[in-house]
């Protein structure tokens, strides 16, 4: 596998809770993962440049495209990134339509936030998230069909969380992620959200996000296959994190508008790593997840 040095250094500055899970897995796999997440990072940050004009960002998002199509297809990519994926593309045969996909995602943020319905969020947060998961069950070498099932709910439930945390920050932004439909449901508007009007319509709206979300967690968990859940080490941690500030927004009793983030202490985030590699090696039965 060829090196994977740029990849390793965009993972690094990133600090995120995702390249944190990585320490559980083998060097090949983590590599392959490096850069993987190293490719979802620079299109993300691509998509997110609010200093440079959507056009531009747009001809940029084509270029990345046109670029991870090369590597998928024995071409010659330009990108320091995409070189460095391309012989991981073809050991772990990761489809090119599912990082088409994920930029897709990236293109979607650049037309604005507006989900109608929660089937319109759910088709965003397949682009955006399930898509990755769905990469990553590639490299971590699933052996059973039902986890592919697992790949999308675990996008899903990252997402949703991710959505849930966020939307002060969003706001700030002048995003919205809620579908509209969930907001009409509980009366919040968006000048609600942006003037972070904190009330019980807003807290039962976001309850109900965050039901969706347990849902999809409790997807994940029925849906491994005993035989591939030690493969899934690395997304299981990633499952738990997530779950963990998702159990942290409801015990605030659903106070998304205050300014302080919900997030894990880096104590915390180690104590997690230690229980998912004893778990690993104990073969725990059951995600540490949707209880």
């Known amino acids: 596998m060829s ?13 995120s809770n995702l390249a944190m899970a990585f320490v559980l897995l083998p060097q ?26 959507a056009e531009e960002r747009r001809r940029e998002l084509t270029r990345w495209r ?69 990469l990553s069950i590639e490299i971590f070498e699933y052996t059973h ?21 966020d939307i002060r920050q969003d706001a700030e932004n002048k995003r919205i992620y809620v579908p509209r439909a969930l907001m009409d449901k509980h009366q919040v508007t968006e000048d609600d959200l942006y003037q972070f009007r904190d009330s019980q319509r807003v807290r039962n709206m976001a309850r109900e996000l965050a039901e969706k ?22 997304s299981e941690m990633m499952g738990a994190v997530y779950w963990r500030i998702l159990l942290q927004i409801e015990k605030s009793g659903y106070d998304v508008l205050r300014p302080r983030k919900f997030k894990l202490t880096k104590t915390s985030k180690l ?8 778990r690993h090696w104990l073969k725990a039965k059951r995600s540490d997840y949707a209880f």
């Open 271 to 278: 104590w997690l790593v230690a229980r998912s590699f004893a």
């Open 28 to 53: 090949e796999k983590k590599d392959a993962m490096c850069a993987l997440y190293a490719f979802c990072r620079e299109v993300d940050d691509v998509a997110d440049e609010e200093s440079i004009p």
């Open 3 to 15: 090196n994977v040095k740029v990849s390793q250094d965009v993972t690094k500055k990133s600090a």
């Open 66 to 134: 046109e670029d991870i199509r090369k590597a998928c297809h024995g071409g010659n990519p330009e990108i320091p990134v995409n070189r460095e994926l391309q012989p991981i593309i073809e050991r772990f045969k990761l489809p090119c339509e599912l990082f088409e996909a994920l930029i897709d995602g990236m293109e979607m943020d650049l037309e604005g936030t507006y989900y109608e319905t929660w089937d319109d969020l759910a088709k965003y947060c397949y682009h955006v998230a399930s898509v990755v998961g769905l």
């Open 145 to 165: 069909p039902a986890t592919k099932h697992y790949g999308y709910q675990i996008g899903q439930a990252l997402q949703l969380t991710n959505i849930l945390r």
């Open 213 to 234: 979300a347990r849902f999809h967690y409790a997807e994940c968990s029925k849906c491994i296959h005993p035989d591939d859940r030690r493969s899934l080490v690395a």
